[in-house]
Structures are given as structure tokens and as C-alpha cells.
């Protein structure tokens, strides 16, 4: 089993920053990606940011050149949003989830239990 552990939401001003964590723990497991999802009151859950094993980045149109996704480079079981000139809109309840492979070519998500991020006009 894997665990994730979010922290570091809250509530900002519009233009602040924010830094969110998820630290992965469990028993040994081989990570295909890790990343973060977002759910906005009334909407579906999309993605923000995502980095793979090999460090390759994805980001939604919405964050781009805002948000940055980094992992820890001791520990490639925690990883990073940093936030900046943060909107309204970007208000949701955020979740971090790992993509574990499970065996060559079959990979199984888990997710974090999210963590709240509100941005104030």
C-alpha cells in the first residue's frame, strides 16, 4: 500500500504564493509519476501539474508559467507546487496523487485526501 500526506494549503490573497507537499510512504514500490489534481466546488477534478520518474513536466494551460511541480532530489517520494501570482480561480481543493507500476506496462493511482486552497480577491 501506498500513503500520501498533503500539506501546505490555505488561504492567500490574490497574487500571493503557495507551496504544497505530498510525501509518499509505504512499502517498496516503483513510482511511474506523481502529481497534482484539483477540484473546484461544482466542477471535475483536472489536473494541474505532473512529473514523471525521469523528470519530464506537464502542466494545465491555466497554471502554466505560474505553478512549477519539483520533486525532491533525496527523495523522489515527495514533490512540490509551488503557486505564484495565484487567482480566484485557481481556489479547489488540491490533490496529490502517485502513479505506482504495479508490473511492466500496468500502473494503479493513489491519492492523497487533498488539501484545501483558497485565493481571496
Known amino acids: 500500500q501506498v500513503q500520501l500526506v498533503e500539506s501546505g494549503g490555505g488561504l492567500v490573497q490574490a497574487g500571493g504564493s503557495l507551496i504544497l507537499s505530498c510525501a509518499a510512504s509505504g512499502s517498496s514500490f516503483s513510482i511511474n509519476g506523481m502529481g497534482w489534481y484539483r477540484q473546484a466546488p461544482g466542477k471535475q477534478r483536472e489536473l494541474v501539474a505532473t512529473?514523471?520518474?525521469?523528470?519530464?513536466?506537464?502542466y494545465a494551460d491555466a497554471v502554466k508559467g505560474r505553478f512549477t511541480i519539483s520533486r525532491d532530489n533525496a527523495k523522489n517520494t515527495v514533490v512540490y507546487l509551488q503557486m505564484n501570482s495565484l487567482k480566484p480561480e485557481d481556489t479547489a481543493v488540491y490533490y496529490c496523487y502517485l502513479d505506482r507500476i504495479v508490473v511492466p506496462g500496468r500502473t494503479y493511482d493513489y491519492w492523497g485526501q487533498g488539501t484545501q486552497v483558497t485565493v481571496s480577491s
Open positions: 512529473i514523471t520518474s525521469g523528470g519530464r513536466t506537464n
